[in-house]
């Protein structure tokens, strides 16, 4: 079965950091480009990151470059955002998502983020 | 990277079709044909629906059809079910490794 699973969501005050994982199964990891994306409470989808499959080309959304970064292991089929000098826009539910031909055909079910004091 | 546009709503009775616009700009829809589309359930994650413009994944209706002209992509749902029902979010490839989301339209089927 082809999974994505996140975690290392939770509460953290504004200026915190906070390293959400994903864990992948089921699928060629280390062949996909691999995504984060983000929904505020009752809002629409935001792209947040990407990674290529092996790393080598990475991009951000103006909204959270030089702030988030993202990293893999292929060898432990995981992907990483580590999230510094949060903010409480930053409050969202985060996926992760794997890209096929320029469209998210994998997702996970995604984990809270919560940025308050 | 502004947020494609489409409208907060749409609505069809079951068996009827609908159309779900989704515009930008000439270097995001108007220059690529990495056109997405997705669906997404209340508390669910979202799925994909449409890639590239046109193509349904394996599994997805061919109720559901995709197309573009110039600056604006759309979605059409024919035979409305009630299980169509949901929230549809439009996506483009920008340009170095850029995407962008629309705002979302929720669809109700009367």
């Known amino acids: 079965e082809v999974q994505l699973v996140e975690s290392g969501g939770g509460l953290v005050q504004p200026g915190g950091s906070l390293r959400l994982s994903c864990a992948a199964s089921g699928f060629s990891f280390s062949s996909y480009s691999m995504n984060w994306v983000r929904q505020a409470p009752g809002k629409g989808l935001e792209w947040v990151s990407y990674i290529r499959s092996s790393s080598s080309t990475i991009g951000y959304a103006d909204s959270v470059k030089g702030r988030f970064t993202i990293s893999r292991d292929n060898a432990k089929t995981s992907l990483f955002l580590q999230m510094n000098s949060l903010r409480a826009e930053d409050t969202a539910v985060y996926y992760c998502a794997g890209d096929n031909r320029y469209a998210f055909d994998i997702w996970g079910q995604g984990t809270m983020v919560t940025v308050s004091s | 990277q502004s947020a494609l546009t489409q409208p907060p709503s749409a609505s069809g009775s079951p068996g009827q079709s609908v159309t779900i616009s989704c515009t930008g700009t000439s270097i995001d829809v108007g220059r690529y044909n990495y056109v997405s589309w997705y669906q997404q359930h209340p508390g669910k994650a979202p799925k994909l629906m449409i890639y590239e413009v046109s193509k349904r994944p394996s599994g997805v209706p061919d109720r559901f059809s995709g197309s573009k002209s110039g600056n604006t992509a759309s979605l059409t749902v024919s035979g409305l079910q009630a299980e169509d029902e949901a929230d549809y979010y439009c996506?483009?490839?920008?340009?170095?490794?850029?995407?962008?989301f629309g705002g979302g339209t929720k669809l109700t089927v009367l």
């Open positions: 996506s483009s490839y920008v340009d170095t490794n850029n995407w962008v």
